[in-house]
C-alpha cells in the first residue's frame, strides 16, 4: 500500500498533466486509427470508382449490341454464301471452270484431295478446308489473270503449294509458244459440312 500511495499522489498533484497526457494518448490512438482506415477508405473508392467506370462502360455498350448482334449476322451470310459444300461436286466444278472459262486457260487436271486432317476437338467443326490438286496451262498473262480471278473470286481459299514451269504443250497448249506456262497448285477451299 506505500507503492500506491505515491503513484496515487503523483496523479493527485499532477492532475491537468495526468488528463492532457491521457487525452493526447486517446487522440493520438483514434489519429493512428483513423490515418490505417482512411488508406483502407481510399483504395476501397478507387476500386469502386473504377468498377462503376467498367459498368458504364458495359451499359454503353449494351445498348449497341442489336447493333453489333446485325452486324455479324450479316458477316455470318457473307461468310456462308462464300463456302463449298462438303460433297457438292457440281460446285466446286462449276467454281473452277467458270474461272477457267474467265482466265482463257484449260485446266488440265482437277482432284479434290478431300479435307485436311485437324486436330480432334470434342465438338464437331463447322468449316473445314477441301483441298484440291489443279494443273492449269496457258499464256502466261492468262495463268496470271486465272491467278488474279481466283484471290479475288467467290470462295475463301488457302494456296498449300505452288509451281510454275515452262510449258511444252502436252496439255494441248501450242507448241511453239514462249510464253505457254504450266501452273500447278495444291489448295483448300473453306468448306462446310
Same mark, same amino acid.
Request: aromatic share 8%.
Given at each position: 500500500?506505500?507503492?500506491?500511495?505515491? /503513484?496515487?499522489?503523483?496523479?493527485?498533484?499532477?492532475?491537468?498533466?495526468?488528463?492532457?497526457?491521457?487525452?493526447?494518448?486517446?487522440?493520438?490512438?483514434?489519429?493512428?486509427?483513423?490515418?490505417?482506415?482512411?488508406?483502407?477508405?481510399?483504395?476501397?473508392?478507387?476500386?469502386?470508382?473504377?468498377?462503376?467506370?467498367?459498368?458504364?462502360?458495359?451499359?454503353?455498350?449494351?445498348?449497341?449490341?442489336?447493333?453489333?448482334?446485325?452486324?455479324?449476322?450479316?458477316?455470318?451470310?457473307?461468310?456462308?454464301?462464300?463456302?463449298?459444300?462438303?460433297?457438292?461436286?457440281?460446285?466446286?466444278?462449276?467454281?473452277?471452270?467458270?474461272?477457267?472459262?474467265?482466265?482463257?486457260?484449260?485446266?488440265?487436271?482437277?482432284?479434290? /484431295?478431300?479435307?485436311?486432317?485437324?486436330?480432334?476437338?470434342?465438338?464437331?467443326?463447322?468449316?473445314?478446308?477441301? *483441298?484440291?490438286?489443279? /494443273?492449269?496451262?496457258?499464256?502466261?498473262?492468262?495463268?496470271?489473270?486465272?491467278?488474279?480471278?481466283?484471290?479475288?473470286?467467290?470462295?475463301?481459299?488457302?494456296?498449300?503449294?505452288?509451281?510454275?514451269?515452262?510449258?511444252?504443250?502436252? *496439255?494441248? *497448249?501450242?507448241?511453239?509458244?514462249?510464253?505457254?506456262?504450266?501452273?500447278?497448285?495444291?489448295?483448300?477451299?473453306?468448306?462446310?459440312?
Amino acid at each position: 500500500m506505500a507503492a500506491s500511495k505515491p /503513484t496515487s499522489s503523483f496523479f493527485r498533484r499532477h492532475l491537468l498533466a495526468s488528463v492532457c497526457c491521457g487525452v493526447a494518448a486517446v487522440i493520438g490512438g483514434v489519429y493512428a486509427l483513423r490515418f490505417g482506415l482512411l488508406d483502407e477508405a481510399q483504395q476501397l473508392h478507387v476500386q469502386t470508382q473504377g468498377e462503376a467506370e467498367a459498368l458504364h462502360r458495359n451499359l454503353h455498350n449494351a445498348a449497341e449490341l442489336p447493333e453489333h448482334l446485325g452486324t455479324l449476322r450479316n458477316g455470318l451470310v457473307r461468310l456462308e454464301e462464300k463456302l463449298m459444300r462438303s460433297g457438292d461436286v457440281a460446285a466446286y466444278q462449276e467454281y473452277f471452270f467458270k474461272l477457267e472459262k474467265d482466265s482463257d486457260v484449260k485446266i488440265v487436271r482437277l482432284l479434290p /484431295t478431300g479435307s485436311t486432317k485437324i486436330t480432334a476437338t470434342k465438338q464437331p467443326l463447322a468449316y473445314r478446308p477441301m *483441298g484440291f490438286d489443279l /494443273t492449269v496451262e496457258g499464256a502466261f498473262a492468262n495463268v496470271v489473270r486465272f491467278l488474279r480471278n481466283l484471290e479475288s473470286g467467290s470462295k475463301h481459299y488457302r494456296l498449300v503449294s505452288f509451281s510454275v514451269r515452262k510449258g511444252t504443250g502436252a *496439255g494441248g *497448249g501450242p507448241l511453239g509458244q514462249s510464253n505457254f506456262v504450266t501452273l500447278v497448285m495444291g489448295l483448300e477451299l473453306l468448306g462446310s459440312q
